[in-house]
């Protein structure tokens, strides 16, 4: 399970905080506490309430513990610039750029908690269930079925391929045909 918290806009460079953000990439969340608040960049404040938020989020969402998790990915991304004039000598005047950051923390547990629920859309995606099988004509039988099932596709799949159900069946010579252009040339 993962808990995720993003904060958008930052006004400091990306560059800048990665610095930041590289010291605390894969640390335990009690060590990347204690690591931004004493960290001397300005870029570790915003870090530091970031990473309070994804604990918050952790704890309240999904019932994970804080000692149990782990900064999994940190992510800092490029911002919209906002465009500034200065004037310079000989009355020219030169672009400033000042950067925004977007930042994504996602926590992970270091060892996954027992008593959680299964949704059932995770029920619906697990493989299913093994079958009991009490004898060996139970597994010749159950190979029997799948070997019918499989010739019915089959049969299905030769009546596309011989352009049934379409607007008429396809010559041998328009099969291995491939049309470039939407007019008919020959």
Do not use: C
Not at 36 to 46: E, I, N
Not at 67 to 94: H, Y
């Amino acid at each position: 399970m993962e808990a995720f918290a993003k904060l958008r806009y930052l006004r400091q460079s990306p560059r800048k905080v990665r610095l930041v953000a590289d010291a605390i990439r894969g640390l335990a969340v009690l060590k990347a506490e204690s690591k931004l608040k004493f960290a001397p960049q300005y870029a570790a404040v915003p870090l530091l309430k970031l990473l309070n938020s994804a604990v918050a989020n952790a704890e309240h969402n999904f019932k994970m513990k804080k000692d149990n998790l782990f900064i999994q990915e940190i992510r800092v991304d490029m911002g919209p610039a906002l465009k500034r004039w200065k004037p310079r000598a000989f009355g020219r005047a030169s672009g400033i750029r000042k950067e925004t950051s977007h930042i994504t923390i996602v926590l992970g547990e270091l060892k996954p908690t027992v008593d959680k629920k299964i949704s059932h859309d995770e029920k619906e995606t697990r493989l299913p269930a093994a079958k009991i099988v009490n004898s060996l004509s139970d597994v010749k039988q159950s190979i029997l079925d799948d070997e019918k099932d499989t010739e019915h596709e089959h049969e299905h799949e030769h009546e596309k391929e011989a352009g049934y159900g379409q607007r008429g069946p396809k010559s041998p010579a328009q099969k291995g045909k491939k049309r470039f252009f939407s007019r008919k040339s020959g």
